[in-house]
Every structure is written in C-alpha cells, then in structure tokens.
C-alpha cells in the first residue's frame, strides 16, 4: 500500500482482557514509531523501532504495554489486562530514517475499554 | 521532561480572519513541526523549522521558528472553511549524544474552526 495502514480501526474490549494492535509501515521505512492520543493527554509517544529493535521504549505507560517488530516491517503493540485508561486512539508512524523528517501516520486504531 | 505548551486551545473564527496559533517551551528543540489532523485520520506534515529563526510560508500560511528555537508560531491570513481542523505543533529532542531522530513531542492541539 501507498501509506501506513493499522488495523483493526477501532476496538472494543472488556476490561481485563488483552489486545494486539498492528500496524503495517511504508515499505523501506527503517523507523516506526506508536503514539497515543487521548483526550487529556493529547499525543504521547510509546515507543520507537529502528529495523526490528526498540532503542526507545520510554513511552510505555507500565509493564502491560509491551511491541515487537517483525522483518524490519511489521509491528504489533499489545495491551494486557486492559484497564479503562488505557481507551484512547494508538497511532504508528514510519519514516524511511531514524533522522528523517517526514513520519507518516496511519489513520490509528481507536481503543474502547468498557 | 520536555514540553510544548501550545495556545489557544480552541479558536472559532470566521472566514476572512487571520490567526495565530503559539507553541511554547522552556526547552530546546532541535526541529518543530506542525500537523494538521482531520477527524478519524493521523497528523499530515504541514512544515518543518529547523533554524532558530526561520520563516517558511506555505501559500496563506506562515511558520516561525523562534531565535532560540524553544518556540514556534503558526499564522493564517484569510482564513477559509476548509483550514477547519486540529492543529499540532510538535518537537524533537536531542538524544544523549547530542544528535535527534523522530521521537516527538507534541502540543496539546489547536482546534480551529472558521465559519462561512
């Protein structure tokens, strides 16, 4: 595809439960990056790939939150035991460098925790 | 903890007014951006600043990268009903080593409307 795409584009789970969210970057792009953004928050960053490591997982609201990249391409943002804080839109992002300046979104996934 | 306090939150103005929209911080940023986002979309690159003190226009709009490149400005002239959307200043950092990548760091948003 031409851009970054997520899926699935909304998601709505019970308390407790655990979630995958995956994102599929531009092909070629090194970096990949997942953010999130909720109302009071705004748009926080998670953590960064470059290739199929994580330099920077700093984001990470606790230990429930964990990601993995596959092949330099894919990669998938797991939630456990989802708590209500955790609803919110997650965002990934590519660019073709660590240093580059244009980072692509995809459209997010919106997370419902009920 | 590196923070953009970005103003107003929300402006409603109407078609034909200029506007400006702030974006603050106490730290230094080795670049700023701004994104525009529609709603059930991600943020769209609208400009990148890198020079304290550089100017770029893009058609009506105008961005500023401050002198000592901790702040941003973002100026419409004229503005029209389809730049209705939320606007996003955001920063990057400088790591340990004295170098940035693309980890940013965003401002709470600007929602402008303009009405016909």
């Known amino acids: 595809g031409a851009g970054v795409s997520q899926s699935p584009s909304n998601k709505v789970t019970e308390k407790g439960k655990d979630v995958e969210l995956r994102c599929d970057p531009i092909?070629?792009?090194?970096?990949l990056y997942w953010y999130r953004q909720s109302l009071g928050q705004g748009l926080e960053f998670l953590i960064y790939?470059?290739?199929?490591?994580?330099?920077?997982k700093s984001g990470l609201p606790s230990d429930r939150f964990s990601a993995e990249r596959t092949g330099g391409s894919v990669s998938t943002l797991t939630i456990q035991r989802t708590q209500q804080e955790d609803s919110a839109v997650y965002l990934c992002?590519?660019?073709?460098?660590?240093?580059?300046?244009?980072?692509?979104f995809g459209p997010g996934t919106r997370l419902t925790v009920t | 903890t590196q923070l953009l306090e970005q103003s107003p939150q929300f402006l409603s103005i109407q078609e034909g007014e200029n506007l400006t929209v702030y974006c603050n911080s106490s730290?230094?940023?080795?670049?700023l951006q701004w994104y525009r986002q529609e709603p059930g979309e991600g943020p769209v690159l609208l400009v990148t600043?890198?020079?304290?003190?550089e100017v770029k226009k893009l058609k009506r709009l105008t961005f500023q990268f401050g002198d000592a490149r901790k702040d941003s400005s973002l100026h419409i002239t004229a503005a029209q009903p389809g730049d209705t959307g939320l606007y996003l200043c955001?920063?990057?950092?400088?790591?340990?080593?004295?170098?940035?990548?693309?980890?940013?760091?965003f401002g709470q948003g600007t929602i402008l409307t303009v009405h016909p």
């Open positions: 992002a590519s660019s073709l460098f660590r240093d580059s300046y244009e980072q692509y």
């Open positions: 092909s070629g792009h090194t970096a």
């Open positions: 790939f470059q290739g199929n490591s994580a330099p920077d």
């Open positions: 730290s230094v940023f080795s670049s």
């Open positions: 600043v890198v020079t304290g003190g």
């Open positions: 955001a920063g990057r950092t400088f790591d340990a080593g004295g170098t940035s990548y693309g980890k940013l760091t």
